[in-house]
C-alpha cells in the first residue's frame, strides 16, 4: 500500500505516520507537507527512513499529480489550523484550506484515487453552554471564524467532487485534539510551555468556553477506521465526550505541574470566540465499531506534559516568536 499523507509534519499528521508505520510496517508512506511554522523535520524523526518526505505545498498541481499518481490512498491533513492567526491574516487559509484541498481533489479525480478528507467540528459553529444538543452528521454548517471557514469550503469541494465526479472519499470532523507534537501556539502546550519557561498561563476571557478534548491517537485510530470500513462519500463525527471549560483545564495543568490552580492571567479574549463544541460520535461507534482508549483526560494531560519536559528541544526554539505574536494582540 503507498499511502500519502498532506500535513504530515504536523500534530496529527505527524501521530498518523507513527501510528500507520506501526500498524502497517509494509505500506509505503509519502508525506508532502510545506514545512510552514507549524511542521517540523524533526516530528518524523521517530518514523525514520521508512517516511519519505517531500517539501512541498498542497496547492502546486504538478507536484500534487505526480505524488498522487504514485499512491493508492490520500489522507489529506494539511491546513492553515489556528484560529487567532486567522483573524490575523486569512489569506494563507483560503489559498491552503480551500484551493489546496481543490487541487488534490482533481488530483484523485484523474487517477482514482481513494481520499480521507480531515475536518474539523468547528464547521457546525457552537452551542450554547446549556444546549443540551451535540453536533451531528445532520447539524447545518455555520462556520464562525475565517479558519472555520475555509475548513468548510474545503468540506463542501469534497462532497461536491463525490457527487460530481465520483470520487472515492469519506470526511471526518473532529473535536479538540491534544497530545504530544502540538505546536505551542495551542491552548494546551502554550500553557504547559509557559509553566516550562517560568511565565503564567493566558486565559482568554472568564475561560467559560467549553472543549471536547479527545487524544490525538484515538482520533487517527478513528482515521483508520473509516479508510478500512468507511462508506464512500459519508462524513464521520469524532469525539470522545471529552467537554471541559478552559478555566477547569488550566487549573488541571498548574495542579499537575505542582503549582497553584490560581496562578494564571485573564487575556483579551478572542474576537467572535466560539462558545463550545460537542460531538455525537454514535454513528462512527455503532456503524464502524470505533471506540476511545484515552478516556482519562487527566492522565493523558499528565503525560502530554512529560512529553513537553521531556523534549524541550522540540519546542523551546519557536517560544520568544509565538509569545511576542501574541503580546500584539493582548493575549
Ligand atoms: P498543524 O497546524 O499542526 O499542522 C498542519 C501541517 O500542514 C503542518 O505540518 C504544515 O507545515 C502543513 N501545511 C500547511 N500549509 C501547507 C501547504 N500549503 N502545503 C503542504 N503542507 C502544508 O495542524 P493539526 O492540528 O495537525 O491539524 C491537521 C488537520 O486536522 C487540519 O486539517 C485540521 O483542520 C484538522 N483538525 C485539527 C484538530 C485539532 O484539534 N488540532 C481537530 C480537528 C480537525
Ligand atoms: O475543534 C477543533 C479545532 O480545535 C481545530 O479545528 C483547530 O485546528 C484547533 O486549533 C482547535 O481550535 P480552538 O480554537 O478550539 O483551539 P485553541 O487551542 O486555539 O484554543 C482552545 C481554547 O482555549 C479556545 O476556547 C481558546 C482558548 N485559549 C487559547 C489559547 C491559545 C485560551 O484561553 N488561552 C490561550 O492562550
Redesign the pocket.
Same mark, same amino acid.
Given at each position: 500500500m503507498q499511502i500519502l499523507v498532506?500535513?504530515g509534519?504536523?500534530?496529527? $499528521?505527524s501521530n498518523f505516520v507513527h501510528s500507520t508505520v506501526r500498524r502497517y510496517p509494509d505500506a509505503s508512506v509519502t508525506v508532502?507537507?510545506?514545512?510552514?511554522y507549524?511542521?517540523s523535520r524533526s516530528s518524523l524523526s521517530m518514523a525514520g527512513s521508512l517516511v519519505d518526505l517531500v517539501e512541498?505545498?498542497?496547492?502546486d498541481a504538478g507536484l500534487v499529480n505526480r505524488l498522487v499518481c504514485d499512491s493508492d490512498v490520500v489522507v489529506h491533513?494539511?491546513?492553515?489550523?489556528h484560529n487567532d492567526n486567522s483573524l490575523a491574516d486569512p489569506s494563507p487559509f483560503l489559498r491552503?484550506n480551500i484551493i $489546496?484541498t481543490y487541487t488534490l481533489l482533481q488530483a484523485v479525480r484523474e487517477h482514482g484515487t481513494r481520499y480521507h478528507h480531515?475536518?474539523?467540528?468547528e464547521v457546525y459553529g457552537d452551542l450554547d453552554l446549556d444546549d443540551p444538543s451535540k453536533f451531528s452528521e445532520h447539524t447545518p454548517y455555520n462556520p464562525s471564524s475565517p479558519y472555520s471557514a475555509t475548513?468548510a469550503a474545503s468540506d463542501m469541494l469534497v462532497r461536491a467532487w463525490v457527487r460530481s465526479f465520483g470520487v472515492r472519499a469519506t470526511l471526518s470532523n473532529?473535536?479538540?485534539?491534544y497530545g504530544p507534537y502540538?505546536?505551542i501556539e495551542k491552548f494546551i502546550p502554550r500553557q504547559i510551555t509557559n509553566i516550562l519557561t517560568g511565565t503564567r498561563p493566558k486565559l482568554y476571557g472568564a475561560g467559560k468556553n467549553v472543549r471536547d478534548w479527545i487524544h490525538v491517537e484515538d482520533h487517527n485510530a478513528a482515521v483508520w477506521r473509516i479508510l478500512e470500513s468507511g462508506e464512500i462519500g459519508r462524513t464521520y463525527l469524532i469525539g470522545a465526550n471529552g467537554e471541559l471549560d478552559n478555566l477547569s483545564v488550566v487549573r488541571m495543568i498548574l495542579e499537575l505541574m505542582d503549582k497553584d490552580p490560581d496562578d494564571f492571567d485573564h487575556v483579551t479574549d478572542r474576537p467572535g470566540h466560539d462558545l463550545r463544541y460537542a460531538i455525537d460520535s454514535s454513528t462512527l461507534r455503532n456503524e464502524l465499531g470505533w471506540r476511545p482508549r484515552y478516556n482519562d483526560f487527566r492522565a493523558g494531560l499528565q503525560a502530554t506534559i512529560d512529553w513537553y519536559r521531556e523534549n524541550p528541544t522540540w519546542w523551546e526554539n519557536d517560544k520568544d516568536a509565538v509569545e511576542s505574536r501574541y503580546q500584539t494582540q493582548g493575549a
Open positions: 498532506t500535513g509534519a504536523g500534530f496529527i $499528521g508532502l507537507d510545506a514545512l510552514t507549524a511542521g512541498g505545498d498542497i496547492a491533513f494539511a491546513a492553515e489550523t491552503t $489546496g480531515v475536518s474539523t467540528d475548513k473532529c473535536s479538540n485534539n502540538q505546536h
